[in-house]
T-cell receptor
Framework: GENVEQHPSTLSVQEGDSAVIKCTYSDSASNYFPWYKQELGKRPQLIIDIRSNVGEKKDQRIAVTLNKTAKHFSLHITETQPEDSAVYFCAASGTDKLIFGTGTRLQVFP | SAVISQKPSRDICQRGTSLTIQCQVDSQVTMMFWYRQQPGQSLTLIATANQGSEATYESGFVIDKFPISRPNLTFSTLTVSNLSPEDSSIYLC?????????????FGPGTRLTVT
């Protein structure tokens, strides 16, 4: 079955800097790659996703890139703000279920 | 997005008892899932709740421990049976909704279970 690895496990950046989180997946049939943000005590919130027919997708300060050949995808957050501090999860899915990475705790210091 | 509610939001149960968690969605969805999130950990898929048939369980999860019902396209229940302290976790219902695009997956608010 699918296996998703995520790095780094923790990331600390200064406000205004960029943050990059990387994930690799094992199942070449996977075609849907969402990213979730989870604040303390809250449910995971979908922030952006990408499908295998697209190499990059942007939404304001957030972008995701996908390299299907290498089976990895990344989340890029530019101009980070303290409210970006949270745990971020990547996930991968084929036709039926999402498998999650281990999570990255992002801390943005003012 | 999808409006998903779960009941209860939290509970404290004694070992050996069971807890049933309800998940209600604001409109019909084909795919509903149950996840577990242990403290400080990622989300682990327990099972896919299938309407009209038995749930599909992931490796390490069995029907006797985690019976699931899916009586219709907007509702599901997860029971955690014969509770032990190791079952203390957050349990999340999730749905895959297809809208105008290819679809997205959303989560309920979770049920925080503490077993004493």
């Amino acid at each position: 079955g699918e296996n998703v690895e995520q790095h780094p496990s923790t990331l600390s950046v200064q406000e205004g800097d960029s943050a990059v989180i990387k994930c690799t997946y094992s199942d070449s049939a996977s075609n849907y790659f969402p990213w979730y943000k989870q604040e303390l005590g809250k449910r995971p919130q979908l922030i952006i996703d990408i499908r295998s027919n697209v190499g990059e997708k942007k939404d304001q300060r957030i972008a995701v890139t996908l390299n299907k050949t290498a089976k990895h995808f990344s989340l890029h957050i530019t101009e980070t703000q303290p409210e970006d501090s949270a745990v971020y999860f990547c996930a991968a899915s084929g036709t039926d279920k999402l498998i999650f990475g281990t999570g990255t705790r992002l801390q943005v210091f003012p | 997005s999808a409006v998903i509610s779960q009941k209860p939001s939290r509970d404290i149960c004694q070992r050996g008892t069971s807890l049933t968690i309800q998940c209600q969605v604001d409109s019909q969805v084909t795919m509903m899932f149950w996840y577990r999130q242990q403290p400080g950990q990622s989300l682990t898929l327990i099972a896919t709740a299938n309407q009209g048939s038995e749930a599909t369980y992931e490796s390490g999860f069995v029907i006797d421990k985690f019976p699931i019902s899916r009586p219709n396209l907007t509702f599901s229940t997860l029971t955690v049976s014969n509770l032990s302290p190791e079952d203390s976790s957050i349990y999340l219902c999730s749905v895959f909704r297809t809208g105008t695009g290819d679809g997205e997956q959303y989560f309920g608010p979770g049920t925080r279970l503490t077993v004493t």
